[in-house]
């Protein structure tokens, strides 16, 4: 891209994507007054893929030469698969398709070669042949699938020093040499350095601070951003302008949040590496610079709704990084309906528009209007002003307040009650996406459930999870193995006749536990390597200590060589998913329930790709079925969670695993089966879309940290911990169950928990959220689910 050259983007006219999908997807008129930029929604994300795919080789059609900005990570997925499909299938689609029913330009056809792309961001420094890097996202996903000339695209490399720049830094090719423990102090930009290191770590800040100058002039030159694309973080970040950057800055190079550090400790192998890095990202006025670019913010699942709210409905604030985008004509937000759920006018039109009187909508309206006027549901209120939501339910429903409130009251005593009772005489399969989220949702619960002797318990894990566990943690379990093998222990204390048999695994967990009773991290040590060891030779089909031996000292080197984030290989990741495994076993032999009642399934769609593949019916779905057809649960919890929230792996779980219980219900003899959805750290139930509240005491709290801490050490330092909380998971569940239980208590005051005769009553400072669901109604919950699958099929087939 030449700095000297300028591209001009003339005002865009109405975009006929736009309004064949606000056709497709009617929403109720609004007005800047209540969003202050456009908004479309649509079904699910990968109608949203297309939608945006759609627009943009809209704009690409009408503004050949245009300099385009794109995503990188998980958001654009379906966008970058749905624009491949249109490119690679443009004459068949414009001789019926939908580009065709549109209305394209049947003459023209995108010059993807003429477009200028940038690069929103990076981080500093990574190799740009890291697996995570920005720069590689690049060239892959949009340089080489959507066929754009590399020669008009500039790129970040924050890793790979220039002539120029090795000339002024010296004999240093690359600028992880200048920074060798990975630390980032841009302090040093008015420091005087203490030493040599730190002086050479000074001039090299500064050259990257031109390189931003640079960076930044080369975009205005071309006359701005004409199309830009992007996600938003849970903090509201767009690129890494993080909350409170100002909307008027520039390309920079800077720090992160922890918000942001949390969200991408995936990309490089745990918070531990990203507190370390520093950023390049371009700024918010470099995005809004041209007055006449079409900025597009894409959002899909709950857990963004109420950032894209404020973002949508606020005046500008440094604090919502994207309401810097209200100032152009051509913003907007392509949403699903999950990530709209937030915007509080929209929401509620529709509902006037499409009314019906069902309880669980008049109790929502109650419950919002009760906590945000801090009002008690005793009746005691008996006039709506100033409570929107009260108004509303007792115009369209034809029923007083004082009727509306005690209604609600009732209904939720009648959760709470419901929460009380045991269940008895039942098989319940508890499953997990991952080896923590059964104890994260419902732990509490679990101490009455397993102590049952009328109850039979079964557990599931779904997958590895191996990408949650740092290469730091596996290393220092196979160097005390290592250590274990070279000092003779291992031999004497395992000998050869149980260590392929593995019937005797069972003695690596009560040895652990021994371990936690007499409080000696050593022996808890030892049998994770124990553990490990049997695992290994099984692997190896060898009892050999010299092969063991051997095999360690190669993983060791592996790991010592590995960089943070880099794809594992096949055996690390196996090991990593072994050693989940083991920590979820130890969980459940505090109660006595053996291996024999606890299956991993490993399911395959799992996987360190960019973008993961989706379930599989025979290689995924038939594996849970086998499973039901064994167990032959009564009962069945799982993980309830919408799209795009949390980690994609619990929504792809949910959608094998509706697969495999609609198999089984359908089987005679199965039409009384239970269905119990939770949520966790991930995302939020609100109250009224649940029928089961379980109060819980401080001593739940104390036991599931101690469990937690424990048993999941391979978590217990959070690597990869949530954007809510700088802590373990633990502390994060007690924090949602506190908060869930205060909105009870402002609900239906302090004296109803404290002078209740029932002890779980009096002691609760917690509350766990269920949805108990017969299979009909499960069916119901999972219409989504099939049209999601339904639009994925037709991507795929097209």
Partial sequence: MH??????????????VEAYFGKRFPAPCMDRNHERIEVLVVDNYVTLGQLTALRFLEWVCGNPGGVVALPTGKTPEFFIKWVQHYLERWDTEMNGGIPAEIGFDPKCRPDMRSLHFVQLDEFF??????????????????????????????????????????????????????????????????????????????????????????????????GGIGFFLGGIGPDGHIAFNVKGSSHYSHTRLTKMNYETQAAAAGDLGGIETVRKRAVITIGLETITHNPDAVAIVIAAGESKAKVVAASIEFKPHPDYPATALQKLPNARFYLTQGAASGLKERKTRARIQAWQKTEQTLEEWMIDGALNRSARLDGQARRTDGVPEWKLAERLSGKTLPWLLNRTRSQLIEKINRGLKIPEHQRILHTGPHHDDIELAYFPLLHHLVRSKHNQNFFCYCTSGFTSVTNAYVLKNLVF???????????????????????????????????????????????????????????????????????????????????????????????????????????WAHFGIGMDRVTHLRLQFYSSDIFPEYPDAERDVAPILKLLET??????????????????????????????????????????????????VWSRFHLSRVNTVVPISLNSFAVLHNMFNNCFLSQKSASFPSWEMDGTFSQLAQKVWVEQYNDLVGLLGKDFFYQDPNPMMRRSYGAIYLKDMSYGEFVLEMKPIGALIESKRALKDA
């Avoid at 790129?155 to 060798?180: A, Q, Y």
């Avoid at 619990?650 to 089987?667: E, G, W, Y």
């Fill in 3 to 16: 700095d000297s050259e300028r591209t001009t983007v003339v005002n865009q006219p109405k975009s006929k």
């Fill in 631 to 680: 167990v032959r649960p009564t009962i069945i919890s799982l993980a309830l969670d919408p799209e795009g929230s949390g980690p994609d792996t619990h929504f792809k779980t949910l959608m094998a695993l509706s697969q495999a219980i609609d198999r089984f219900a359908r089987q005679p003899g199965n039409d009384k089966l239970r269905i119990w959805g939770y949520r966790n």
């Fill in 481 to 587: 193995l290592r250590d274990l093998i070279r000092s003779g222990r291992h031999a004497r204390d395992i000998p050869k006749s149980k260590r392929t048999d593995w019937k005797s695994a069972p003695d690596d967990i009560t040895g652990y536990l021994n371990g936690i009773a007499n409080q000696n991290p050593e022996t808890q040590a030892f049998y994770i390597a124990s553990r490990l060891a049997r695992l290994f030779y099984g692997h190896l089909n060898t009892e050999d200590d010299k092969k063991l031996y051997k095999f360690v000292q190669s993983r060791i080197g592996e790991l010592e060589s590995l960089d943070p984030g880099r794809v594992d290989p096949p055996i690390i990741q196996d090991i990593k998913g072994w050693l989940r495994e083991f920590e979820a076993e130890l969980v």
């Fill in 125 to 222: 420094p990574i190799h740009p042949e890291h697996e995570r890097s920005f720069n590689r996202f690049v060239r892959r996903f949009y340089i080489d699938a959507f066929g754009l000339d590399i020669r008009k695209a500039r790129l970040i490399d924050t890793c790979r020093l220039d002539k120029v720049r090795r000339e002024v830094l010296g004999n240093i090719r690359s600028v992880e040499e200048v920074f060798p423990d990975g630390i980032i102090d841009l302090g040093l930009r008015i420091k005087h350095p203490a030493n040599d290191l730190e002086d050479l770590q000074k001039k090299t800040i500064k050259l990257f601070d031109h390189f931003c100058e640079e960076y930044e002039g080369a975009i205005r030159n071309r």
